[in-house]
């Protein structure tokens, strides 16, 4: 953990949102019929990534329900790299930025499975 002190010092917290602001811009090009569906289940989902970073992170004192959060953040993880996937198939998105998107969510899911595997580097004893 070192001298984190803040969650927007984390490496993984600034890549999801990097990331999540990222695909803000690109789904402004997605269909308008999509803006109920895929448009804004993909802004939720990356979204929630980081906050779920945050909520994991004021909660370090309680080592279980730090996992849970990073565990919600994985989960949400997962499902953006769904509506990627959706967005390539539907042809929103080219397959090379679909699997660049994907790539980024596949090494922000690793940084949390690092956390939950060693939540004692980042809890508060």
Same mark, same amino acid.
């Given at each position: 953990?070192? *001298? ?8 993984? /917290?600034?890549? +999801?949102?990097?990331?999540? !602001?990222?695909?803000? %811009? ?25 906050? *779920? ?8 004192? /309680?080592?279980? +329900?730090?996992?849970?959060? !990073?565990?919600?953040? %994985? ?38 499975v690092n956390m939950l595997t ?8």
């Amino acid at each position: 953990m070192g *001298n984190i002190r803040h969650f927007r010092e984390l490496d993984v /917290y600034n890549a +999801a949102m990097k990331a999540s !602001l990222r695909l803000f %811009e690109l789904s402004k090009g997605f269909p308008t019929e999509e803006r109920y569906s895929l448009t804004d289940q993909m802004r939720r989902s990356s979204r929630s990534v980081c906050a *779920n970073l945050a909520e994991a992170w004021r909660k370090r004192r /309680y080592p279980k +329900a730090f996992v849970n959060k !990073l565990s919600d953040a %994985e989960a949400e993880a997962a499902e953006t790299q769904v509506w990627i996937e959706f967005a390539q198939h539907c042809g929103y998105l080219d397959a090379v930025l679909a699997r660049e998107l994907d790539s980024i969510y596949e090494t922000i899911q690793g940084k949390l499975v690092n956390m939950l595997t060693h939540p004692e580097h980042w809890t508060i004893r």
